[in-house]
T-cell receptor, first 111, second 116 residues
Framework: QKEVEQDPGPLSVPEGAIVSLNCTYS??????FMWYRQYSRKGPELLMY????GNKEDGRFTAQVDKSSKYISLFIRDSQPSDSATYLC???????????FGTGTQLKVEL | GAGVSQSPSNKVTEKGKDVELRCDPI?????LYWYRQSLGQGLEFLIY????????KSGLPSDRFSAERTGGSVSTLTIQRTQQEDSAVYLC??????????????FGEGSWLTVV
């Protein structure tokens, strides 16, 4: 079993929809949680970063962590075609040196 | 430069040949990572360098893989006797020494390796 599980998709939604992307993890020692966005043939770029449980909002994006169920979510409101990309969740422990990634979910927002 | 720079951006090599991939991190970043991204497999950790400390090599998949970091800056990932299963995108990332983990790690655009 992988430490971080993520549905690879693809997920196709109409423009303006609310998108929900999710990951589960198995190691309760993970404390930092991140979402990266990766456009085709580009490197991942950091979107959101949260520590421990709770919500964090940045514009149209909301990251949510539920440590009791080991569940990570990213919500995208008013989705745009420019949001079409692969979204990767990642996590690490306090003092950890490396990020553990999910496989990524491919999202397509259609006009 | 402004970001993490990787070269070559694309490399096609014959099975059995050696390849070298280069990473130039953001100036001042003391931590450097190599990850591998295969189709449908997500990002796989390979190796981590932090300053002058011994590198964390725990992710290297075999002894055909090695990496070095000279002068605390540029890093080279070497794959010897390449195999077709080595075909992947090799991503380098660097992190500043400031506090906070996730908001200070930056990836390059990757080196796309194809072994034929």
């Amino acid at each position: 079993q992988k430490e971080v599980e993520q549905d690879p998709g693809p997920l196709s939604v109409p423009e303006g929809a609310i998108v929900s992307l999710n990951c589960t993890y198995s190691n309760s020692a993970f404390q930092y949680f991140m979402w990266y966005r990766q456009y085709s043939r580009k490197g991942p770029e950091l979107l959101m970063y949260t520590y421990s449980s709770g919500n964090k909002e940045d514009g149209r994006f909301t990251a949510q962590v539920d440590k009791s169920s080991k569940y990570i979510s990213l919500f995208i409101r008013d989705s745009q075609p420019s949001d079409s990309a692969t979204y990767l969740c990642a996590t690490t422990m306090v003092g950890g040196n490396k990020l553990t990634f999910g496989t990524g979910t491919q999202l397509k927002v259609e006009l | 430069g402004a970001g993490v720079s990787q070269s070559p951006s694309n490399k096609v090599t014959e099975k059995g040949k050696d390849v070298e991939l280069r990473c130039d991190p953001i100036s001042g970043h003391t931590a450097l990572y190599w990850y591998r991204q295969s189709l449908g497999q997500g990002l796989e950790f390979l190796i981590y360098f932090q300053g002058n400390s011994a590198p964390d090599k725990s992710g290297l998949p075999s002894d055909r893989f090695s990496a070095e970091r000279t002068g605390g800056s540029v890093s080279t990932l070497t794959i010897q006797r390449t195999q077709q299963e080595d075909s992947a995108v090799y991503l380098c990332a660097s992190r500043s020494p400031t506090r906070g983990f996730g908001n200070t790690i930056y990836f390059g655009e990757g080196s796309w390796l194809t072994v034929v």
